[in-house]
C-alpha cells in the first residue's frame, strides 16, 4: 500500500498569504489527523476529520482550518500567515482513528 | 489531561551497546502507548505501541519498549544500537476511548557512536 502523501514538500509565503496543504491517506484510512512541529513548541495537534467532520481540534486560532473530502483526503488552510507559522506540518491517517497513525512526510513552510 | 515526559535530550551510545530512551506519561484513563521516529527532513516512523496485554512490546528494527503501570513509564530499548538508529525518538499517548488526539514528549535525539 502506497503510505501518506502530502503536497507540496516546501513552500514559502510571505506574511498576510494565505496557504492550502494537501494530505491523502492511506488507501482505506477514514480518519485525518493534522500536527504542527516547531523546534519551540514541538509536536502538536491541530485537529481530526474523520468521514469529512472534524471530530477534534486543538489550541490554534481560526486561522489554521481544515476539511476533509468524501475520499478521506483532506486538505489544511492558514489564513493571514505570521511568521510563527514557519513550521513542518504533518499529516497522519489511521482507519478510525483508534489506531496506529502514520505520518505522511510533511510540508515544510517558511513564512518570509 | 494527557502528558508525556521525555527527560533526555539527548543520548549518546556507542554502536554495540544496548540503548534506553526514557519516557513517562499521564492521563487519567488507560493508556495508549507509542514511540515514532524522526530523520532529518522526514516525517514520523511508527516504531511499536502498547495497547494492553504484554507489558513488552517488540517493534521495527529491533526495537522493544516496556511498560510500566505503577510507574507510568514507557522506555524504548534496543539490545545493541547501530549507528543508523541515530535520530530524534519521540513518545506518545492516547487516552483509551478518545479519537486520534495524540500527544507527544519533546522528542530525546540519540547519537549513536563507532
Known amino acids: 500500500k502506497a503510505g501518506v502523501t502530502q503536497t507540496p514538500r516546501y513552500l514559502i509565503k510571505t506574511r498576510g498569504q494565505q496557504v492550502t496543504l494537501s494530505c491523502s491517506p492511506i488507501s482505506g484510512h477514514r480518519s485525518v489527523s493534522w500536527y504542527q512541529q516547531t523546534p519551540g513548541q514541538g509536536l502538536q495537534f491541530l485537529f481530526e476529520y474523520f468521514s469529512e467532520t472534524q471530530r477534534n481540534k486543538g489550541n490554534f486560532p481560526g486561522r489554521f482550518s481544515g476539511r476533509q473530502f468524501s475520499n478521506s483526503r483532506s486538505e489544511m488552510n492558514v489564513s493571514t500567515l505570521e511568521l510563527g507559522d514557519s513550521a513542518l506540518y504533518l499529516c497522519?491517517?489511521?482507519?478510525?482513528?483508534?489506531?496506529?497513525?502514520?505520518f505522511g512526510p510533511g510540508t515544510r513552510l517558511l513564512v518570509l | 489531561a494527557q502528558s508525556v515526559a521525555q527527560p533526555e535530550d539527548q543520548v549518546n551510545v556507542a554502536e554495540g551497546n544496548p540503548l534506553t530512551v526514557k519516557c513517562t506519561y499521564s492521563?487519567?484513563?488507560?493508556?495508549?502507548l507509542f514511540w515514532y521516529v524522526q530523520y532529518p527532513n522526514r516525517g514520523l516512523q511508527f516504531l511499536l505501541k502498547?495497547?494492553?496485554?504484554?507489558?513488552l512490546v517488540k517493534g521495527s528494527y529491533g526495537f522493544e519498549a516496556e511498560f510500566n503501570k505503577s510507574q507510568t513509564s514507557f522506555h524504548l530499548k534496543k539490545p545493541s544500537a547501530l549507528v543508523s538508529d541515530s535520530a530524534l525518538y519521540f513518545c506518545?499517548?492516547?487516552?483509551?476511548?478518545?479519537?486520534?488526539?495524540?500527544?507527544f514528549g519533546t522528542g530525546t535525539r540519540l547519537q549513536v557512536t563507532l
Open positions: 502498547y495497547i494492553t496485554g504484554d507489558n
Open positions: 506518545a499517548v492516547r487516552e483509551a476511548g478518545t479519537a486520534s488526539k495524540l500527544t
Open positions: 497522519a491517517s489511521s482507519f478510525a482513528g483508534e489506531e496506529t497513525q502514520y
Open positions: 492521563v487519567s484513563g488507560n493508556p495508549y
